[in-house]
Nanobody, 127 residues
């Protein structure tokens, strides 16, 4: 069973940057497609970005295209989310997710279909 631990969240001013990390353990990292979701206060959790197990295909939510970049480092069993030009509406808890079969289609399936989730890391963007 994969364990996912997010880090890198914090408080940043609008226009700033953060890099989130998600370290995977107790599993074969290269077997899993990885993704990021977020949940703003009072809202449902939503898809942010997704990368396939080989790292050569990615998919993004429209509201982060051009600002966020997902990547993975198999040597470190870690997936990253580089977030630039942050906006107050990016505030929320960011969750890492892993799945063995969904490829870059995390967005197209119910979140309950995804195999594993992390506990989340808080990102707060001040205006």
């Amino acid at each position: 069973q994969v364990q996912l631990v997010e880090s890198g969240g914090g408080l940043v001013q609008a226009g700033g940057s953060l890099r989130l990390s998600c370290a995977a353990s107790r599993g074969t990292f290269s077997s899993y497609h990885m993704g990021w979701f977020r949940q703003a206060p009072g809202k449902e959790r939503e898809f942010v970005a997704n990368i396939n197990r080989s790292g050569d295909s990615t998919r993004y939510a429209d509201f982060v295209k051009g600002r966020f970049t997902i990547s993975r480092d198999s040597a470190k069993n870690t997936v990253y989310l580089q977030m630039n030009n942050l906006k107050p509406e990016d505030t929320g808890v960011y969750y890492c997710a892993a799945d063995r079969t969904l490829g870059t289609w995390f967005q197209a399936f119910p979140q309950g279909a995804i195999d594993y989730w992390g506990q989340g890391t808080q990102v707060t963007v001040s205006s």
